[in-house]
């Protein structure tokens, strides 16, 4: 059974920054495909980054390229969002998802994902 735990979320001003962070309880050395995902009030969850399990390739949705950063540390099973110049678009709440039968690709459909985090709070005003 995997358990994913997110943290770090809370409520900053437009411009300012968060550091989300995903424990997993499974072997992230074992290299499956992570990722985040948001979904705002009223709106479908939609996919943000994910970070292929050798930590070799990335990608991030257009909306958040050069503001989101996905990285990773097999040696404490965390996976980190780090969120810089944040926009009051960027409110929703935030969950941590694991592809379970991949170790490469990046998909970025919600249905690629096996496991998920019960999400984080990320509010910013404007």
């Known amino acids: 059974q995997v358990q994913l735990v997110e943290s770090g979320g809370g409520f900053v001003q437009a411009g300012g920054s968060l550091r989300l962070s995903c424990a997993a309880s499974?072997?992230?050395?074992?290299?499956?495909?992570m990722a985040w995902f948001r979904q705002a009030p009223g709106k479908e969850r939609e996919f943000v980054a994910a970070?292929?399990?050798?930590?070799?390739?990335?990608y991030n949705t257009v909306s958040v390229k050069g503001r989101f950063a996905i990285s990773r540390d097999n040696t404490n099973n965390t996976v980190y969002l780090q969120m810089d110049s944040l926009e009051p678009e960027d409110t929703a709440v935030y969950y941590c998802?694991?592809?379970?039968?991949?170790?490469?690709?990046?998909?970025?459909?919600?249905?690629?994902?096996?496991?998920w985090g019960h999400g984080t709070q990320v509010t910013v005003s404007s």
């Open positions: 998802a694991l592809d379970y039968n991949n170790t490469i690709i990046i998909r970025t459909t919600l249905h690629a994902y096996e496991y």
């Open positions: 499974v072997r992230t050395s074992t290299s499956y495909t």
């Open positions: 970070i292929s399990g050798n930590t070799a390739g990335t």
